[in-house]
């Protein structure tokens, strides 16, 4: 069996999309061609590519990846209320790719460094 190498796979057309982009001010439908791991094209008019796999996203959202700058995570101490791992899989769900945890969970996650005089 021949291993799958990346440069070998076939680019994917994502249809009727709303593509929103925050950065552009961009919000639209449209498509989004990816080839090889990068953005070929975009826009309300993308022409079919050869060998190319379509996806309908029948108006899904499509934008860059979200960062949830303040997560609410019970870890440590309260994991039965959210641990990092449940937190990390709710923000994968939710297009979220970068989370921070709050400061103030108790006891603290990060001991604070004591100071030496």
């Known amino acids: 069996m021949r ?22 001010g961009r919000d639209e439908t449209g498509s989004l061609l990816v ?20 996806v309908d996203c029948r108006g899904a959202v499509l934008a860059p990846g979200l960062v949830d700058l303040g997560a609410f995570m019970g870890e440590p101490g309260a994991e039965h209320r959210e641990s990092i791992e449940t937190a990390s899989l709710a923000a994968a769900a939710g297009g ?10 108790t006891p603290p996650s990060i001991r604070p460094r004591s100071s030496t005089t």
């Open 96 to 105: 979220v790719t970068t989370i921070v945890a709050r400061p103030d969970t």
């Open 35 to 54: 080839d090889g791991g990068q953005i070929v094209e975009l826009g309300p008019k993308v022409p079919p590519a050869s060998r190319a796999e379509t």
């Open 3 to 24: 291993e799958h190498q990346p440069s070998e796979a076939r680019p994917t057309l994502f249809v009727n999309a709303r593509l929103v982009c925050p950065a552009t």
